[in-house]
Structures are given as C-alpha cells and as structure tokens.
C-alpha cells in the first residue's frame, strides 16, 4: 500500500518569513495529493490540492510543487502569520473522483509561528 | 463550501458502555464516507470506507465487531464503538466523498474518552 512521509514534524518560523513542508509518497500510482490544515480539537480542513498532470500551484500565499519522478511534493508557505500556527498533512491517493479513493496521510508537520 | 457534521463533539464514557456517533453531509449526497482515528500528536489513520447501502469495508487491524459502521442513507453515516475500553479514547474524525465532485470533505471531529 501507499506510504507517505512527511518531514520536518515540528517547524518553527518567524511571522513574515517562508515556511516549507515535504512529503515523499511510495506508491507511484498515486495521482491526487492534498494538504490539510489542523487546527486544535477541530478537523483537517483543505488548502490547497495537486493533481499528477501538473507541477505546481498557487494560492495567494501558499503553493505546493509535485515532482513525480522522485515522488515528492511540497507545502510552501509565504509571509507567514501567527494565525498559520497549526499541525499541517499531506496526502495521497489514487484516482480523485473514483469510488473509495482512499487517502493516506502523512505523519504531520506542527507549525509555530512566532510573531 | 460543503459542511460535514459530526455529533457528538465530544464523549465521555463509562469503560463496557457503547458510543454511537454520527456523521452528516449537510448539503450533498455522499457516496462514500470514511472513518479515522487520530491519537493525540499523530496523523490520522484510516479504519474504514462505508459506502451507502453496503457493508464497510475496514483496513486491516480494525475490528470490525468493535466499531460497527452504518451507512443507511446518502447524508448519514454512524460509527459505534462497542463495549469501549480505555485504549479506544480518541479523536474520531469523518469525511464525505460528495458524488458529484469526488472532493472530500472533512467533519469536525469526535473526541471519545472512555473512563
């Protein structure tokens, strides 16, 4: 099955400053890989997803890169804010949209940023 | 966007006793729910795909004689946890696959501590 790793677990950054995130996933066929946003007590909420068909994203100030031959992506966080503080994951799966597309996690990434 | 509610927020319960909760899509139809566990500071870990109408399919270590899934409708799906032990006091969190879309949304969370 699939097998996602994600590095670092803790982060500590200044406010104003980059913060990135990298997962390596096993499972070739993935070709869906979302991050979610944590925050205390409550449930993953979506920020930002990834298709295998493109390389890389944006969102105002976050974007996520995905390289399929080595089987890594990455969370980019810009100009961070205290209100980013929170455990961030990543995710894949194989085929987004098909029935029982299941998601595996990685392990988490806490965030701190310090104002 | 779409909401996903859990209910119970949080639960606590006597050591033998059964907890049952629930999960709703709110504004969409869910083809396929999914149920995970998170202990506190880990990522969260699959324990079963329901899809409406049929039986769960649970991922491999999970009793399914323990946590008994319930998917009767397209907006509801039950988790309940069975003669619950101490060692099952967890952060319970669902999510809906909306069947159009195929994007998943993530509920709020049940916390359960068994005493």
């Known amino acids: 099955g699939e097998n996602v790793e994600q590095h670092p677990s803790t982060l500590s950054v200044q406010e104003g400053d980059s913060a990135v995130i990298k997962c390596t996933y096993s499972?070739?066929?993935?070709?869906?890989f979302p991050w979610y946003k944590q925050e205390l007590g409550k449930g993953p909420q979506l920020i930002i997803d990834i298709r295998s068909n493109v390389g890389e994203k944006k969102d105002q100030r976050i974007a996520v890169t995905l390289n399929k031959t080595a089987k890594h992506f990455s969370l980019h966080i810009t100009e961070t804010q205290p209100e980013d503080s929170a455990v961030y994951f990543c995710?894949?799966?194989?085929?987004?949209?098909?029935?029982?597309?299941?998601?595996?996690f990685g392990g988490g990434t806490r965030v701190l940023v310090k104002p | 966007g779409a909401v996903v509610s859990q209910h119970p927020s949080w639960v606590i319960c006597k050591s033998g006793t059964s907890v049952k909760i629930e999960c709703r899509s709110l504004d969409f139809q869910a083809t396929t729910m999914f149920w995970y566990r998170q202990f506190p500071k880990q990522s969260l870990m699959l324990m079963a795909t329901?899809?409406?109408?049929?039986?769960?399919?649970?991922e491999q270590g999970v009793e399914k004689d323990k946590f008994l899934i319930n998917h009767a409708s397209l907006t509801l799906s039950t988790l309940t946890v069975t003669s619950a032990h101490p060692e099952d006091s967890s952060f319970y969190i669902c999510s809906a696959r909306a069947g159009k879309s195929g994007e998943l949304f993530f509920g709020e969370g049940s916390r359960l501590t068994v005493l």
């Open positions: 995710a894949a799966s194989r085929g987004y949209g098909a029935a029982g597309n299941k998601l595996t």
């Open positions: 499972d070739s066929a993935s070709n869906y």
């Open positions: 329901s899809n409406e109408g049929s039986k769960a399919t649970y």
